[in-house]
């Protein structure tokens, strides 16, 4: 059983940095993605940053965080991390790690096979 679990998330200034993680049971990132994702009430959950592993580890990024976060795997701890530095208010949601591409897109949260309950970032100005 394959279960994502995060944790990082909190309360921070505008300007501030957070490190999310995502540790992953039953799932290794030898030739398949994981990736963040976020989601504000109201609105659709969206694709933050993808990282691939097939063929080497191939990183994409929404555009509103390029530059400012960072997405990377530590194979040792099997665990997934978002670097957030240079925060912004409208970075404010619930964080959310998945794993397994099915197909298409990872930036199409539909995608995914496999999802953590999320951790609460927010981002004050």
């Known amino acids: 059983h394959v279960q994502p679990v995060e944790s990082g998330g909190g309360s921070v200034q505008a300007g501030g940095s957070l490190r999310l993680s995502c540790a992953t049971s039953?799932?290794?990132?030898?030739?398949?993605?994981m990736s963040w994702y976020r989601q504000v009430p109201g609105k659709e959950r969206e694709g933050v940053a993808g990282l691939y592993a097939g063929g080497g580890s191939t990183r994409y990024y929404a555009d509103s965080v390029k530059g400012r976060f960072t997405i990377y795997h530590d194979n040792a701890k099997n665990t997934l991390y978002l670097q957030m530095n240079s925060l912004k208010p409208e970075d404010t949601a619930m964080y959310y790690c998945?794993?397994?591409?099915?197909?298409?897109?990872?930036?199409?949260?539909?995608?995914?096979?496999?999802w953590g309950q999320g951790t609460q970032v927010t981002v004050s100005s």
């Open positions: 039953g799932y290794t990132l030898c030739s398949n993605l």
């Open positions: 998945a794993a397994d591409l099915l197909r298409g897109s990872w930036f199409v949260p539909s995608n995914l096979g496999y």
